[in-house]
T-cell receptor, first 113, second 112 residues
């Protein structure tokens, strides 16, 4: 049981480049989300989804795009990378019922130069 | 207010001691309060969670104390061990909210 898988683990981008961070879960969780982690700021929600075809914005959505075509996958797209997007990105998933604590992936460390 | 304020930023505890991390929230609609543990290079992992219908929840050496009137909750780690050295995040959400808010984190170091 792999849980939540994120790829790549590390990435360096030049300002203005675009890329997609991949996230996949094998727990049949309806809820998936993307957070970014910056020193001293905890984790901040970028976008989330409560099911295939349903997405919504979180606290810091600007510069990011998401889609959810399947239950398993929730990719995060950086449209035009900026140095302010240098961060560690975490994907999380959860069941919508019961005790809905999150299962996190191991993260993607992104540096924009 | 959507913030969750966490303190201290860092904590050093002797092996066998009690580690205490505190959090405060403003939004009275919050009804789910989890704590996450994160080791370097890893994603956060759910440690323990509480709902406001109880004032305390214990799982092994980890206890959450919850004060609804003060809008505060805390994590107590009894008999702290070097293996507990990690960053701890408190968080809050409300049922159907889907927007869990995290505290800034506490870096705990347990000295052997």
């Amino acid at each position: 049981n792999a849980g939540v898988t994120q790829t790549p683990k590390f990435q360096v981008l030049k300002t203005g480049q675009s890329m997609t961070l991949q996230c996949a879960q094998d727990m049949n969780h309806e809820y998936m989300s993307w957070y970014r982690q910056d020193p001293g700021m905890g984790l901040r929600l970028i976008h989330y989804s409560v099911g295939a075809g349903i997405t919504d914005q979180g606290e810091v959505p600007n510069g990011y795009n998401v889609s959810r075509s399947t239950t398993e996958d929730f990719p995060l797209r950086l449209l035009s990378a900026a140095p302010s997007q240098t961060s560690v990105y975490f994907c999380a998933s959860s069941a919508l019922r019961g005790d809905y604590g999150y299962t996190f992936g191991s993260g993607t460390r992104l540096t924009v130069v | 207010q959507q913030q969750v304020k966490q303190s201290p930023q860092s904590l050093i505890v002797q092996k066998g001691g009690i580690s205490i991390i505190n959090c405060a929230y403003e939004n009275t609609a919050f009804d789910y309060f989890p704590w996450y543990q994160q080791f370097p290079g890893k994603g956060p992992a759910l440690l323990i969670a509480i709902r406001p219908d109880v004032s305390e929840k214990k799982e092994g050496r980890f206890t959450i104390s919850f004060n609804k009137s003060a809008k505060q909750f805390s994590l107590h780690i009894m008999d702290s061990q070097p293996g507990d050295s990690a960053t701890y995040f408190c968080a809050a959400d409300h049922t159907g909210g889907f927007k869990t808010i995290f505290g800034a984190g506490t870096r705990l170091f347990v000295k052997a």
